[in-house]
Structure formats: C-alpha cells, structure tokens
C-alpha cells in the first residue's frame, strides 16, 4: 500500500471540486436554456387589472377540468350548480411546466357538452392554461395540472 502524501491529497480535493464546479454549471446551463421565459411583458402593468378579472371571473362561478385518455383531451366547463356551460374564444396551452418544446395549442371542437381535441401527451406532469369568454364577453382564465398515466 503506498503511502498518502500531500500531492495525492491535493489530486483528490481538486478532483472532488471539479466533479461539484462541473455538475453544477451543467445545471446551470440546463436551467437557462430550458426556462420557458416571462409569463407577462410588464408585471407592473398586468397587476393593475387583476382584481377586477378576478372578481368578474369568480362572479362566472365556472369551473374547468381537463380530462385525457387514449390521446384525446377534453375539458368540461360547469358552473357553481354544475350546468355545462359553452365557451367562445376558446385557447388553450398544453405544455410541461418546466420547459416550453413540448408546448402545443391544441383546436378545441364542441362535442356534446364539452370540448374535445386530439393532443398525443407523453407520460408525466403537464400544464393545462385555459382562455376563453363566457357569453358575455367576460374573460375565464385557468391553469390546471394534468396527469398522464401509462
């Protein structure tokens, strides 16, 4: 067994220290080049409105659930006694929370009393940002997480 000297302690500590300064510009480098980017172009301006769109769309009393199987995705708009309620001016955002390449806007159809599209999801976590109006023009937005399974 050779002797541990100062040299070869040296070698280990600056080894280990390029293993951690390695990895974590790695990270660094996937961080910033997957952030999907701002939400918003001016936060300050977007905020000044927000309470009136909240209490107009809290007024609405709606609720969305996204639902998927087999590729097809449909959503259902109901209202506080749980009436399906139809849309205008329907977008949505299907993406993963973490990374915008798998971003797609899906075409929404009517079908009976929801929506329906086909969206091909791979397994995992996904956002779901829902637009669209009431009949009265007020705004309804939503951002839902999905679970695909298998």
Request: negative net charge.
């Amino acid at each position: 067994m050779t002797e541990l000297t100062g040299r070869h302690v040296f070698f280990i500590t600056t080894g280990a220290f390029a293993v951690i300064i390695g990895v974590n510009m790695v990270l660094a480098f996937k961080a910033v080049s997957t952030f999907p980017g701002l939400e918003v172009d001016n936060s300050y301006v977007a905020s000044q409105g927000f309470d009136d769109r909240k209490a107009a769309q809290e007024a609405l009393g709606w609720q969305m659930q996204p639902a998927y199987e087999g590729g097809r995705m449909t959503l259902a708009f109901v209202d506080r006694d749980g009436v399906p309620m139809a849309v205008s001016d329907l977008q949505v955002l299907v993406g993963r929370t973490t990374e915008a390449k798998d971003d797609v806007w899906p075409v929404f159809a009517a079908v009976g009393t929801g929506y329906e599209a086909d969206v091909p999801l791979a397994r995992g976590k996904w956002m779901v940002k829902v637009t669209a109006k009431s009949a009265d023009g007020t705004l309804f937005e939503q951002r839902s997480e999905l679970q695909v399974k298998g």
